[in-house]
């Protein structure tokens, strides 16, 4: 009779554990699920769309260094990708188009100081491209305009 207690409450200590634990796992794979798409987007070049998993999944785990180290990386190639995107509509004459690709690379990376003097470029060859004089002062971040 003696040991049927013990296993009763052997057996009622593990289930009360692991119905504690249920919480914490269910928070840890919010954060894996959105990693493991991330590394899907990741795999595919897909930058932007990995830094915004990403981002979910430090979100969920902040303390998850891995998480932490593919959302810098993919927030950096984001912002890359939209750097390139812009110099190729800065190219073709697009230079909205390109003030809005360099937006979203400073977005992205908002240590990137070269999008910001792009997004400065694009508006002063965007008012010589209408015929309006180009803006004197930068309105986006440093006082200079470069001239």
């Known amino acids: 009779m003696n040991n049927n207690i013990r296993t009763r409450t052997l057996i009622s200590l593990l289930l009360a554990f692991s119905l504690l634990s249920l919480p914490i796992t269910a928070v840890a794979k919010k954060g894996d699920k959105n990693f493991k798409r991330g590394m899907d ?3 595919a070049q897909q930058w932007d769309k990995a830094a915004q998993e990403f981002t979910l999944a430090v979100a969920a785990d902040p303390s998850n ?7 810098r990386r993919a927030s950096f190639n984001a912002s890359q990708s939209y750097m390139q995107q812009g110099r190729s509509l800065s190219e073709r004459g697009d230079y ?17 100081e070269l999008a910001v003097s792009e997004m400065e470029r694009m508006l002063r060859l965007q008012a010589v491209k209408e015929g309006r004089a180009a803006p004197s002062g930068s309105k986006l971040g440093d006082s200079s305009d470069g001239n």
């Open 96 to 112: 909205v188009g390109a003030y809005n690709a360099f937006r979203q690379a400073y977005g992205y990376d908002p240590v990137n």
């Open 41 to 43: 987007y990741e795999a």
């Open 65 to 71: 260094m891995e998480y932490q180290l593919h959302f």
